[in-house]
């Protein structure tokens, strides 16, 4: 069964680079008395500090004596978060929301002879070397576009009919015509990981090995399917179907604009349906599946959710060791995780609003779920690249121009 991975599953976290680490120990289920668990988490509008302070207080009511500590990353990523730490001298224990390496995977403890770890959603994906350094909760899909059920009827749009990038487009314009803002974006990281959401379901559908290709030097953003993606989303922003405003706006006011009627269309994952849910809209709001230049459906850009690795340098790796498995293999825990979020998970089901089932649907249709992991992994950084490469389209940069920047980028970092 394929499953969803959101957000904190979200996009796939920039890996680390930094000094080799102490080798792993083992685990245990019994943690020690007195122990205070260091745990990196990442905060979003719907992982917020009370969600994990609530979640996690389960598990220090069965361990008599643990403390489990909040290391809030909020506009830090997690890696950054680490990095800190570990040159400080002052590692945590445990931290979420962190993808590791070959080049990285040395930070973390090899967790490959804990049996429970190869039943955790995308286990052998995220292997490197056959060893398991990261296990996560559920997994998510991304290559979805929610809109706005009233503006689309208002605009006379069937969004069933919308199967190609043209057809997205010419949507678009009848929903400016009307009033609307057609496609909701934001700054931060939203920019570069929508257009990931949207490219890579054509690019990497039509050739799954794009990425290890590319790292093999055999592929180019320059001259493949990616430079269309680029010209059709520049051609969004010289018609005005996105707000070149919206690079002012955090992830959280993006969703906001749009959960309040401002906008008519929003390229999210599903970590998105939470939020419509709380904000009692999902009846409002439908979904499809990312229109291509390609295959349709397409394959859905997707990864692990809520993952853990257990640092290396942990000063309580056993007990580290035995909190990432309630987190991750706990039942109670595991439905918490995937419903905060809308996420999945083979043979855990929660209750799902009339938006969270049809973004079960449509992952239920989906050929394939694309990860980037193991050799079809981006360079260290380049989800950054993107963005700033992505988001330099609103200063008057040209498709050709980004394209180019981002070979160059990666071409420099061999």
Not at 306 to 334: C, G, L, Q
Not at 379 to 402: H, R, T
Request: aromatic content about 10%.
């Amino acid at each position: 069964m394929r499953a969803m991975w959101r957000r904190t599953c979200a996009l796939a976290v920039a890996p680390l680079v930094m000094a080799s680490a102490v080798a792993c120990g083992g685990g245990s289920d019994q943690a020690a008395e007195g122990t205070t668990l260091r745990v990196i988490v990442n905060i979003t509008p719907n992982l917020t500090e009370k969600y994990w302070n609530d979640l996690f207080a389960k598990y220090e009511k069965a361990h008599p004596g643990v403390t489990v500590k909040l290391e809030l990353t909020g506009t830090v990523a997690a890696d950054a978060k680490l990095r800190q730490d570990l040159a400080a001298g002052d590692p945590p224990d445990v931290a979420q929301q962190i993808t590791p390496t070959a080049d990285t995977a040395q930070l973390f403890a090899d967790l490959s002879d804990q049996p429970w770890t190869a039943k955790t959603p995308l286990a052998d994906q995220y292997a490197i070397g056959g060893k398991h350094y990261v296990v996560g909760v559920g997994e998510q899909i991304q290559s979805l576009v929610f809109y706005n059920k009233a503006a689309f009827k208002k605009a006379g749009v069937d969004a069933d009919a919308i199967r190609t990038i043209d057809q997205f487009t010419a949507a678009m314009r009848k929903l400016k015509d009307v009033g609307y803002k057609p496609l909701q974006t934001a700054g931060q990281w939203v920019t570069g990981g929508q257009f990931s959401m949207m490219a890579d379901a054509g690019v990497l559908t039509a050739d799954p090995k794009w990425t290890a290709e590319r790292n093999k030097g055999k592929r180019s953003f320059a001259d493949s399917g990616y430079l269309p993606y680029l010209q059709h989303y520049k051609g969004w922003i010289d018609k005005g179907y996105l707000d070149k405003s919206a690079l002012g706006l955090t992830y959280a006011d993006g969703q906001t604009a749009f959960l309040n009627g401002k906008s008519a269309m929003y390229i999210m994952g599903s970590f998105f349906v939470p939020a419509a849910d709380a904000a009692k809209k999902s009846d409002g709001i439908g979904v499809f599946t990312m229109p291509t230049d390609g295959a349709y459906p397409s394959g859905q850009f997707g990864n692990i959710c809520n993952p853990y690795v257990v640092v290396n340098k942990s000063r309580h790796k056993a007990e580290a060791i035995s909190f990432v498995k309630w987190a991750t293999t706990d039942p109670e825990a595991i439905r918490s995780q995937l419903a905060s979020d809308g996420n999945l998970r083979g043979g855990f089901t929660y209750p799902m609003s009339s938006l969270g089932t049809s973004v079960q649907k449509i992952l239920d249709k989906a050929p394939s779920v694309i990860v980037k992991s193991g050799a079809n992994q981006p360079i260290a950084g380049f989800s950054d690249e993107l963005n700033k490469q992505v988001q330099s389209l609103y200063m008057g940069a040209s498709p050709k121009a980004v394209a180019d920047g981002l070979d160059k980028w990666w071409n420099s970092q061999g």
